[in-house]
């Protein structure tokens, strides 16, 4: 079983950039594939992008396509998500997933951390 522990959200004004860390304990991290999900008030919890278990492929929601970038540093047991000219629609509770097969439905995710939240203001 994975432990996850995200870190790095914050206030941010439009146009401004943060990235996310996802700190994982407790198995192997590099047997997961890892993903980013994030959830605003009112609406359900959305795919933001997912990436293979070596690094070598991803996955990103048209919203977000050009101006986030997902990574994993297999050595740090860490994964990322870098977030650029980022939008008051981007506002929400990001969560990062580990789970074994690469999707973006958040079933298929057993393991999730506590999340942590991005507020961009206009």
């Known amino acids: 079983q994975v432990q996850l522990v995200e870190s790095g959200g914050g206030l941010v004004q439009a146009g401004g950039s943060l990235t996310l860390s996802c700190a994982a304990s407790?198995?192997?991290?590099?047997?997961?594939?890892m993903g980013w999900f994030r959830q605003a008030p009112g609406k359900e919890r959305e795919p933001v992008a997912t990436?293979?278990?070596?690094?070598?492929?991803?996955y990103y929601t048209n919203s977000v396509k050009g101006r986030f970038t997902i990574s994993r540093d297999n050595a740090k047991n860490t994964a990322y998500l870098q977030m650029n000219s980022l939008k008051p629609e981007d506002t929400a509770v990001y969560y990062c997933?580990?789970?074994?097969?690469?999707?973006?439905?958040?079933?298929?995710?057993?393991?999730w951390g506590q999340g942590t939240q991005v507020t961009v203001s206009s």
């Open positions: 990436i293979t278990r070596s690094g070598d492929g991803t």
């Open positions: 997933a580990a789970g074994e097969i690469f999707t973006t439905s958040p079933h298929q995710y057993p393991y």
């Open positions: 407790g198995s192997t991290f590099s047997n997961y594939v």
